[in-house]
């Protein structure tokens, strides 16, 4: 009997060991495999653009919704570099005619700068002097004269690709895209990609905005020289006629502003006088104003009505003709 238990008492412990060994095999195989899953996966994502640094909330997902992807965005902007490895920004003024702000006016700024680079968003101050009075397409930072925003309100940055960023830095009045709050006061906001035409927004009114100082910053953004344009025909097409009209009534081609001295050309903003004088709608728009609805021909003087009915007695006969 005593050899019978100790014969049975050896198999049992054998048994529980051979179990104890198969288990730890196991679960070290299943370790070494998850060990191996989380490399390939953190290389992939090392191998993307700061993509933990991206934020995730309701502007990406706004975006999916209208069918922007950052691949989208890509494909659009791509072959848009300068000759001198720069990429391009311009803001314009954006002008919410359903919003009882509209924000404060400024001429459209151009900046250039190269990939993995910041470019600043601040307040004007004495220090930034230079940088308000920058030529376009420099690198200086953008500053605004209004309260509202702050001395190192945001930055933009951009990726070897020419995909621009925006982020927040601790901003008290805040930084919205697209009206949304990239992050709450005095909090830095994540890296947030923007697409050409997305509206920005600093800040606040504060005090209503009645005086330009208190007032928030609205603006359109356009990248990678989006806003260009090329004469298509059409254009072509309409400027000659505007040359043949000029021809036509003195005997002299239209070939400049008499206002700027500079050249008419296809797709530029004009305006053309019922006595058939043209100019760029930027240099005669002082004048338009000013005396509306009347306005007098600075080249040969006559007076006309801008708010005149259309006669259809001689839009019938130009049709008979």
């Known amino acids: 009997n005593r050899r019978r238990g100790s014969s049975f008492g050896n198999f049992t412990s054998n048994l529980f060991s051979n179990i104890t060994n198969s288990l730890r095999n196991t679960s070290s195989s299943n370790l070494s495999n998850n060990n191996g899953g989380n490399r390939s996966r953190a290389t992939a994502n090392d191998s993307t653009f700061d993509q933990s640094m991206l934020a995730s909330t309701p502007i990406e ?73 920058a030529p376009p397409g420099s690198d200086a930072p953008v500053v605004f004269k209004s309260k509202v925003v702050s001395r190192t309100h945001a930055e933009f940055l951009v990726d070897t690709e020419g995909n621009w960023y925006i982020r927040d830095l601790k901003s008290s009045s805040g930084t919205f895209l697209n009206h949304i709050r990239l992050s709450p006061a005095n909090e830095e906001s994540a890296v947030t990609p923007i697409n050409n035409g997305d509206v920005l927004q600093l800040g606040m009114d504060f005090r209503g905005g009645v005086e330009d100082i208190f007032k928030c910053v609205k603006m359109r953004v356009e990248m990678n020289k989006s806003w260009q344009r090329k004469a298509n025909q059409f254009s072509k097409e309409a400027h000659e006629k505007l040359r043949t009209l000029a021809l036509l009534n003195e005997n002299t081609e239209l070939s400049e502003c008499a206002i700027c001295l500079l050249k008419i050309k296809p797709c530029q903003a004009v305006f053309i006088s019922p006595c058939s004088h043209c100019w760029h709608y930027k240099c005669i728009r002082p004048i338009v104003v000013k005396s509306y609805p009347q306005f007098l021909c600075p080249n040969c003087r006559e007076t006309c009505d801008l708010e005149a009915d259309l006669d259809e007695e001689d839009e019938s006969e130009e049709e008979d003709d």
């Open 61 to 133: 997902e706004s975006r999916l919704l209208q069918g922007q992807t950052r691949s989208n965005s890509l494909a659009q902007h791509q072959n848009k570099q300068d000759t001198d490895g720069t990429y391009s920004i311009r803001l314009t003024p954006f002008i919410d005619h359903s919003s009882t702000s509209s924000g404060l006016y400024f001429s459209p700024v151009l900046r250039k700068t190269k990939p993995a680079t910041k470019l600043s968003i601040g307040r004007y101050t004495d220090k930034v002097r230079e940088a308000a009075q």
